[in-house]
């Protein structure tokens, strides 16, 4: 079994830029939960070429939506977007 692990995608200033140091930490608790939950389903699938990279999903939990694809060549989550709706501005 691999370890998965996230990062931003382009950079963490392009995903998180106007948001508060809590919701970056909120925003960093999620992804790292949905890349917990990645690393158990994939437990045993081996990799196929033809799937290198997942759509662009979704999560959504209380005011905070990423968007995210799992990048199965690399076994990485790629975090693409947040919006936390209790951001002002």
Known sequence: MSDWTWEY??????ILGGLSPEHRAEV?????RITDAVTVRRIGTPFDISEGVSQVK???ESQLMLWYQEDYRDDVVLILRAQHFGAAG
């Open 9 to 14: 995608m382009p950079d963490a200033e392009t």
């Open 58 to 60: 979704q999560h959504v």
């Open 28 to 32: 960093a608790s999620v992804a790292q």
